[in-house]
């Protein structure tokens, strides 16, 4: 069996941090999209930061595991950024037609995890305010009734 | 030249990383030889998710032309409608459709010769000498 346990995920505190060294096959993609959504669900992660400096190609395939990871993740509430992919991957990527949907890239380790915690501060602000709408909307309809 | 049997999954890793270094000792910069190995993975794939075996040859040499050619052949079904399966999008296997339109994108030429039941050859070539 070919193994992909050689792709070690850290936890670094609420968000997880990938760094894929190795050219892709693709079960090997496979199983790393699953062992990360298995990560996310078992730390409860906010994030993950999928460091991608050393492929030297993103093709259909892997494109589309990395998007698709991506859009699973976010299922789980945590946000998935992209980082280091190299400008003649992303040259080729746009060339091949492909769009890695929504999901968020970063230069360097350190701006995506800057960016990750910006997203997470913007996520609980809109969720405070959330709230107070919910609040605001139970009292209206108490005046109403009251009004009758 | 070098050839590659496609047979298994990471036959595909294989041939595309074989293309890539002929390619870059052959002069191509690192944009084109990333055009090249990911236009070499999109057919490779395809060799394996659609006929299941075959074969790649790649060679460097051919009608005083100064570049890379890559020759992907199979046994398998065959295309049953080319200008189709060029579009991108179109996919028997509810796929993206991206593999053969993006190989055309990324190389300077793509011919296709096919015929349903008896199987396929697609040829790519990316030159130097434009
Ligand atoms: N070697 C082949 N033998 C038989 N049919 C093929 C072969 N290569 C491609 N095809 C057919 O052409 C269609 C288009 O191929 P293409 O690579 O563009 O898209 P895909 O493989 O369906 O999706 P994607 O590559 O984006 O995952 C395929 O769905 C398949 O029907
Ligand atoms: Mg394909």
Redesign the pocket.
Known sequence: MTQSASIPILKLKEFLIVSIQTDLHDRMAEQLQYSILHRISETGAKGVLIDISALEMVD??IGRTLADTAKMASTLDADIIIVGMQPAVAITLVELGLSLGDVKTAISLDEGYGLLEEMRAEESRNDDEEEKVGDAEVESETESEDGK | MSKVQIKEESDIVKARSVAKEMARDLGFGLVDQTRISTAVS?LA???F???GEGEVYIETDWDHRKGIRIT?T?Q????EDIDL?LQDG????G???????GAKRLMDRLNIQTKPGEG?R?IIEKWLDK
Do not use: H, V
């Open positions: 259909s395939f | 999109e794939r395809n060799i998710a659609y006929a992907f199979d398998g079904p065959g295309i399966a179109f996919s028997t296997a796929s993206m459709g991206k593999g053969l339109p396929t697609i």
